[in-house]
C-alpha cells in the first residue's frame, strides 16, 4: 500500500511525484527520469531542482544510463557489431546521457521514507539489450540516497555504464564564492565537442580541487578521474560557503569519476547558481574507448549507491 505522498500532476512533464520524509529531510521524486527534483533539509534546499510545470532543466536529478556523458557521432562497437544510437545532442553530433532519463519508471515499492522506481528498457536500434532498472530513493537523518540495481535479461553481454546528474547548491552563496573539493589526481581533457582527446594531472593547475579551493570565475564541465578512494573504496564531493555551510555528495566503490558542471550554458536564472556533482562508473565514450565501461554478463545485476547530505 502507498503511504507516501504521491501526487499524479496531469500538468507535470515530470509525470507522478512521490515526496518522501524522514525528520527534517524531504525529496520529491519523479516519474518521467526515474530522479529527484528536489530535495531539502529543514526546509533548507539542498539541490537545485526545478518546478512541477518545468522540465528536468539541464538534465537535473536524472539517471542517466546505459551510458553517462558523451558517445562520439553516436557511434561505437560491440563484439564486432558495430551500433549507431540517435544523436540525443545534434549540435555537436553525440548520443547523450543515455536512454532512461526522459522515460517512465514505475513505482514498485513505496513507503514513507522511500520510493522504488523501476524501468524496463527495451532492446533498441543502438542499443539491443533489455535492462531492468531499478533505483530506491530514501531520505533519513545521513540524507538523501539512492541504490542502484541494474540487471541484463537479455541473453547475450551489454555494455553498460551510470551516471546521476544532481545539482547541489547553498542557497543565496553563488558558485564562484564556494570552496569545492575534489579527490581526484586527473581529468579528462575535451574537444570542442566536450569528448575526450587525452587526460592530465590535475596537480598545480587550476583544476587541482585535491585540498579544496574556491571556485572562483573557474567554468568546470569536467570528468575527474584517478579518485582517492575511502577506507571502503568511495569517494566524496564537498562544497563549502565561506559561513560553514555546504554538501557533501558520496558515492560508494561502483563510482570511480565525477563530472563537476558549473552550470556555465544553463538558462540566465540558473547560470552559475548551482554545481553538478554527478557521480559516473566510467568516463565520457567509454563505450568507444572501453574504459571502465562495465559488461553485464546475462542474468547478472549491477549495484551502486551514492547520496547527498548538508553540512
Known amino acids: 500500500m502507498e503511504t507516501v505522498a504521491a501526487a499524479q500532476l496531469d500538468h507535470a512533464p515530470s509525470g ?22 528536489a530535495f531539502s533539509t529543514d526546509g533548507r534546499d539542498v539541490v537545485a531542482g526545478y518546478a512541477e510545470h518545468e522540465h528536468a532543466v539541464g538534465c537535473a536529478g536524472q539517471v542517466l544510463a546505459p551510458w553517462p556523458n558523451r558517445i562520439r557521432d553516436g557511434q561505437y562497437a560491440f563484439e564486432g557489431e558495430h ?10 553530433h553525440n548520443a547523450i546521457h543515455g536512454l532512461v532519463n526522459w522515460a517512465r519508471w514505475a513505482a514498485v515499492d513505496v513507503a514513507e521514507d522511500r520510493v522504488t522506481v ?45 551516471a546521476t546528474h544532481p545539482y547541489v547548491l547553498v542557497p543565496g552563496v553563488p558558485v564562484d564564492e564556494l ?103 566510467c568516463p565520457p565514450d567509454a563505450f568507444r574507448s572501453g574504459r571502465d565501461l562495465v559488461i553485464l554478463e546475462p542474468g547478472t545485476t549491477w549495484r551502486g549507491s551514492w547520496g547527498i547530505r548538508a553540512i
Open 16 to 37: 507522478t511525484q512521490w515526496t518522501i520524509r524522514s525528520g527534517g529531510q524531504q525529496a520529491v521524486i519523479v516519474e518521467v527520469g526515474g530522479g529527484v527534483r
Open 83 to 92: 551500433m549507431q544510437l540517435p544523436l540525443t545532442e545534434p549540435e555537436r
Open 118 to 162: 523501476e524501468h524496463d528498457l527495451v532492446p533498441q536500434p543502438g542499443y539491443r539489450w533489455p535492462l531492468r532498472l531499478r533505483t530506491t530513493w530514501s531520505v533519513s537523518e545521513a540524507g538523501l540516497r539512492a541504490d542502484h540495481e541494474v540487471t541484463n535479461t537479455g541473453a547475450t553481454a551489454a555494455p553498460f555504464g551510470l
Open 179 to 281: 570552496t569545492l573539493r575534489v579527490p581526484a589526481q586527473s581529468r579528462v581533457l575535451v574537444d570542442m565537442r566536450l569528448l575526450p582527446i587525452g587526460g592530465a594531472k590535475v596537480a598545480g593547475t587550476e583544476y587541482d580541487f585535491l585540498e579544496g579551493r574556491r571556485l572562483g570565475a573557474t567554468v568546470l564541465d569536467t570528468a575527474f578521474g584517478d579518485v582517492d578512494t575511502n577506507a571502503d573504496g568511495g569517494s566524496q564531493v564537498e562544497v563549502t560557503a565561506p559561513d560553514g555551510r555546504g554538501v557533501t555528495v558520496w558515492a560508494d566503490a561502483a563510482f570511480s569519476w565525477w563530472q563537476v558542471y558549473s552550470s556555465d550554458t544553463l538558462p540566465a536564472d540558473r547560470l552559475r547558481k548551482a554545481l553538478a556533482i554527478e557521480p559516473m562508473t
